[in-house]
């Protein structure tokens, strides 16, 4: 009978301890929403706000309308990208891309691949991170998407 309430009393107090962290997760989570970035458009340039603790080696990475294209580095600080053309900023949606690493070690999942090196790869190597999203420019002026929707389909109504 021991036994019997061990294994049955043992087994709902680790549930409901699993209850408990799946409830504090979960209010962690809506009070903290995925690490995403914001951005930020201000007199013809981009920005992006990022949450990414740590973070170094940024790339910014901005795609438009008519063959739009740019794209800036920054070892320390999130890179900015000018927006402004010849025409000035074009009408269309913008898709940008947000890439870097973080101070946070992981094992390398390729530490025997030598690529014609004769070095040996590290066993741990730097996370990276990557964040992007999209914004509409109507009339000369970024507009942000709204919602998840809205990002999920590609800026459409």
Do not use: C
């Amino acid at each position: 009978m021991k036994l019997f309430n061990k294994l049955v009393f043992g087994a709902s107090m680790t549930l409901r301890k699993l209850s408990l962290l799946a409830v504090g997760a979960s209010l962690w989570l809506f009070a903290n929403p995925a690490l995403a970035g914001e951005a930020v458009v201000s007199g013809g340039t981009l920005t992006v706000k990022t949450e990414v603790p740590n973070a170094f080696n940024y790339t910014l990475t901005v795609v438009g309308p008519h063959g739009f294209y740019a794209d800036a580095k920054s070892v320390k600080t999130v890179p900015i990208v000018r927006l402004v053309g010849e025409k000035g900023i074009e009408d269309g949606i913008y898709r940008w891309q947000l890439s870097g690493s973080t101070q946070e070690k992981m094992r390398n999942p390729k530490p025997d691949f030598f690529n014609g090196r004769e070095e040996k790869r590290p066993d741990f190597i730097n996370r990276n991170f990557d964040e992007s999203g999209l914004f509409r420019v109507i009339d000369g002026v970024a507009q942000m998407p709204k919602n998840d929707e809205e990002k999920d389909s590609g800026g459409g109504k």
